[in-house]
C-alpha cells in the first residue's frame, strides 16, 4: 500500500485523477505565490544594492566636500592673500578706512 501511494506520486497521478482534480487550483496558487516571492526578492535585492552605491557615493561627495571647503578656508585667509597680492607688487594699507557719510536731504 504504501509502495503504491509512492509510485503513484512519482509518476504524478495526483495530478490527473479526477477525484484530485481540485489540486490545480492549490498548484497554480502556490506557483504564483512563489513567483512573486521570487520576484519581490531580487526587488529587495537590487534596492539594497543601488543604496549601497548611493551611501558609497554620499562619503566620496562628503569626503570632497571637507577637501574644497579646507581649500577654501586656506584661500580666504588675510595672509594668504596679502602673499598673493605682494608678489604682484600690491601692499595692504597701514591706515584702515574712512566711512565717508552723505547727507541726502540736500
Not at 509512492?6 to 497521478?13: K, T, V
Not at 504564483?32 to 558609497?56: Q, R
Not at 571647503?69 to 598673493?84: A, F, G, H, P, V
Request: glycine letters at 4%; hydrophobic letters at 45%.
Amino acid at each position: 500500500m504504501m509502495r503504491q501511494r509512492l509510485i503513484n506520486l512519482i509518476r504524478g497521478s495526483f495530478l490527473v485523477d479526477e477525484k484530485y482534480i481540485s489540486n490545480w487550483i492549490y498548484i497554480f496558487l502556490f506557483l504564483i505565490l512563489g513567483l512573486v516571492m521570487i520576484s519581490s526578492s531580487h526587488s529587495i535585492d537590487k534596492k539594497v544594492y543601488e543604496i549601497a552605491g548611493l551611501n558609497d557615493e554620499i562619503k566620496s561627495l562628503r569626503s570632497e566636500f571637507v577637501d574644497v571647503r579646507s581649500t577654501l578656508m586656506k584661500l580666504r585667509m588675510e595672509s594668504y592673500i596679502n602673499d598673493r597680492l605682494s608678489k604682484k607688487g600690491i601692499i595692504s594699507s597701514k591706515t584702515p578706512p574712512i566711512k565717508i557719510v552723505i547727507d541726502a536731504t540736500n
